[in-house]
């Protein structure tokens, strides 16, 4: 039996962007309602991560802010594995931003991307692009310092979240 893809899209479209997250995310599967997870990095150090799962969470990112703690970042997950640009435009911490595959394995890390400055000009902002299906946002340094390299796998886990 041939399955209608557009059947398909439409009947995950209408279950809520959170359902279409959850089939398409890859290797895992993001619980209902979960707003953060913990990663595990190559060497046992965790991180804390905001998930970011809709297009306008993604478009803010981690803009506006003025500190993140060394065990925090953020989680982009994207419905599809393609090139991923990110632009640097009103963050205001040092980032290391790593590209990762469908199955968390890091495929390129930028190290310590600068910071957006105010006043400057947008072309002068910094930008960094790679294939993704996730990229995560960490403090600059932290990368390196916790094995985040080509070919580095990643574990992910989901802290049980309070029902409203």
Known sequence: MKINKI????????????AFVQVLAGAFEIPKGAVDAVLRLPDGFSVKVELALT?????????????????????????EGSEKNFWMKNTFVELDIIFLDKELKVVKAFHRVAPSKPGQSDFDVARVGAPAFYVLEISGGAARKHGLKPGASLKISFPPHKKK
């Not at 059947?7 to 959170?18: K, M, T």
């Not at 802010?65 to 989680?75: H, I, K, S």
């Open 7 to 18: 059947l398909v899209l439409s009947l995950l479209l209408s279950a809520g962007l959170a």
């Open 55 to 79: 297009p306008e969470a993604q478009e803010k990112g981690l803009m506006f802010r003025n500190e993140l703690a060394g065990d925090r970042g953020m989680l982009f997950v994207f419905t």
